[in-house]
């Protein structure tokens, strides 16, 4: 039995020798120092020999386990240093290579229209307002002069929410009313905003409405705006947006909030007037609804109409971005497709 046990000792080593990955190490510790393994066995059977032969066997037996356990450890270590240099050949990295560019962001077309406006507004000295998209029955349309069954309501089919009262708002114009309230101090101080932001309407979307677009808000009051005072602002934005002599015209139009009211269309960009498909040959462009504050609205907003007056308006930035890029379709806007996105 000892010869056998000799045998197996030269056998294990031999064929440690051979091994180079850690999952054969760990057949060959299984198949020799295993509970299991020929040398564990060898052990165990030390019983079965004659008396007078047990101890030089135990002890040679021991012996060789705890050599071949050394052994073992040893080629672990060996192999471990051989795979980490492996996986570090592997897995080398080439700090010469160029990087990879990340794309870059633009902004939305929209958002570029928006702080277009901003900017220019922001320089005949309008600053930004910033009002609420969930809003109250009542400042969407009760304080701006529309009675609960107001006929005007129904050009703004709204959303409503489950909270009875609480809609999203259908125009920027419920913000006239808490920036007059906000920043009015109990109406004694003059206001000159915009208020630019989404507003909501359920309807059925087509090419030319979606359920979503932006509008930009204008308000300005103070002790004697008259209607020359609105004319010339608005004149003004258009000059310094579409070009120093381009004409505006005035049209008699309807909203409650407003008395009298208006509609402004600029000599159309594209043809300068002379007409063409964007403008429909009339060489007019509509760039904003407007008005003279009416006496109800400042009440609301807590203003004495008898000393107090003011004008606003509210324009389209998506209409005005179409118009300017000929985007053909408004559901290009709020649709998230890159190839539209990227060209802007
Ligand atoms: N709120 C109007 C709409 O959604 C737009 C508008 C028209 C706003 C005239 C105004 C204004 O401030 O004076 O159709």
């Known amino acids: 039995m000892l010869q056998q046990l000799e045998t197996h000792y030269e056998d294990a080593l031999k064929q440690l020798e051979t091994i180079t990955s850690s999952d054969n190490l760990h057949d060959w510790e299984i ?6 393994g020929v040398i564990t066995e060898m052990l165990r059977s030390t019983g079965k020999l004659p008396a007078e032969d047990r101890a030089s066997f135990g002890k040679r037996a021991n012996e060789i386990k705890n050599l071949l356990t050394d052994a073992h450890t040893q080629r672990a270590a060996l192999i471990e240093q051989q795979e980490l240099a492996a996986d570090l050949e592997e897995g080398q990295i080439d700090i010469s290579l160029p990087g990879r560019a990340r794309p870059v962001g633009g902004l939305h077309p929209s958002t570029q229209t928006l702080r277009l406006y901003a900017h220019v507004w922001g320089e005949m000295g309008f600053q930004v307002f910033r009002s609420r998209d969930v809003e109250t029955d009542e400042y969407n349309f009760q304080l701006l002069n529309f009675p609960p069954h107001h006929p005007a309501r129904e050009m703004q089919d709204t959303f409503y929410t489950n909270k009875p009262d609480v809609i999203l708002r259908t125009q920027t114009s419920p913000g006239q009313i808490r920036a007059m309230q906000e920043l009015g101090d109990n ?29 930009v808000e204008g308000l300005a009051v103070g002790r004697n705006i008259r209607m020359t005072d609105l004319k010339g602002t608005i004149a003004e934005f258009a000059r310094r947006m579409y070009g120093n002599d381009v004409q505006v015209r005035f049209r008699a139009s309807y909203f409650p909030f407003t008395e009298p009211s208006m509609e402004v269309d600029a000599e159309c960009f594209l043809c300068g007037g002379t007409g063409c498909r964007v403008c429909k040959y009339t060489g007019w462009l509509e760039i904003s609804g407007a008005g003279m504050v009416h006496p109800n609205v400042l009440r609301n907003g807590g203003y004495d109409p008898s000393v107090w007056s003011g004008f606003a308006f509210g324009m389209g930035p998506e209409r005005a971005t179409m118009l300017k890029h000929g985007i053909t379709d408004i559901r290009y806007f709020w649709g998230n497709d890159l190839r539209f996105l990227e060209q802007f």
């Not at 109406?187 to 509008?215: D, N, W």
């Open 31 to 36: 198949q020799f120092l295993g509970r299991k």
């Open 187 to 215: 109406g004694t101080k003059p206001i000159r905003v915009i208020l630019p932001g989404m507003c909501y309407r359920h309807e059925q979307i087509t090419a030319r409405s979606e359920v979503q677009f932006h509008q």
